[in-house]
DNA sequence: CAGCCAATGTTGGCCCGACCAACGTAACAC
DNA sequence: GTGTTACGTTGGTCGGGCCAACATTGGCTG
């Protein structure tokens, strides 16, 4: 039944095939992302920023569901390539006010069309009605394992 | 929309949405084989070998995805616990014949209980139908991105 | 206003899964 | 017999996801 003879005990398991698809999915990301010299954290950090408008290292973390501490190392990458710049906060000098620069406005675009290259190269095998439905399906288990704000 | 507030442009990308569910089920898959001490390559080993039967460590890595030098650690992990034996095979002095123990066997069968507890936790939300679903898209997006066999 | 608690940024770690290069040994094809 | 291929093994790298600890700062409450 499969090519490649992976048994059935895994190939038949949810979470084994969601962390393989994952894993293909990350292969074809991570390929395109790194056409521009960037990885998936420096993205999404640049994505949420430009969601959210300028905004402390804190609340990237909490938006963009990256740890604090990986949060510090993305915002130094990317402000050494003057994709962002680190701003101490003047009404509370313990934040950081993260400001995406017009070139990091570019860049974003620019790894949003790879990116949308890569989706296309993920989701080949599905037709518009599929790819919707397993959308669907994911945004359903994802907000239940992440409601949990008690 | 998003009740923590994920930027769009990221919870409207399939592969993020695929990765990061993938997270979950990983946290929830590893914390149920934690609580016999086992790891992700463990059980994909011993349900390989399962399905298999006996086998060479290169058939094992062919069978189950896992790299061939991971195999290595695996199979030493495995038999530690004398879940699994190596013999050297007498018809090929390059391989290792890996047999599955009775003690294996067994620990295979609680392993497939958590798990099995284990995707319940994961899939909830989903009723029967979209469980089904679910994993027909996933199983076609693998097949799809593996069989490039050439 | 003094004291305590909570939040922030930062450092420095850990784990796991995936992958790769190189090597010695052994089998195989020709 | 020679070159090629397969096998097991060693010893790495990388990315993503975490966690603990600490100094600094704000805010709240007594």
Redesign the pocket.
């Known amino acids: 039944m499969q090519p490649t003879g992976v048994p059935s005990q895994l190939s038949t398991t949810p979470s084994w095939l969601l ?2 698809t994952a ?2 999915a ?2 074809i ?2 390929t395109a ?1 790194g056409t521009r010299h960037a ?4 993205y ?1 950090v640049l994505a949420t920023l430009a969601d959210t408008g300028p905004a ?7 938006h963009s ?9 993305t ?2 990458d990317l402000g050494d390539r003057d994709l962002v710049q ?1 701003q101490p ?1 003047p ?8 400001h995406i620069t017009p070139a990091g406005r570019r860049e974003l675009t620019h790894l949003q069309h790879t990116l949308d290259a890569a989706q296309e190269t993920l989701l080949a095998p599905l037709d518009p009605t599929e790819r919707h439905e397993l959308v669907r399906l994911l945004r359903r288990l994802l907000t239940h394992h992440q409601e949990p704000r008690d």
Do not use: E, K, M
């Not at 990885?39 to 420096?42: D, M």
């Not at 009404?91 to 993260?98: G, L, S």
């Open positions: 962390t393989q894993a293909h990350s292969r990301v991570s992302l990885r998936g954290y420096h999404r402390s290292q804190a609340d990237l973390s909490r569901g990256i740890d604090r501490s990986d949060i510090v190392a915002i130094n680190r906060d009404a509370d000098r313990r934040r950081n006010i993260i």
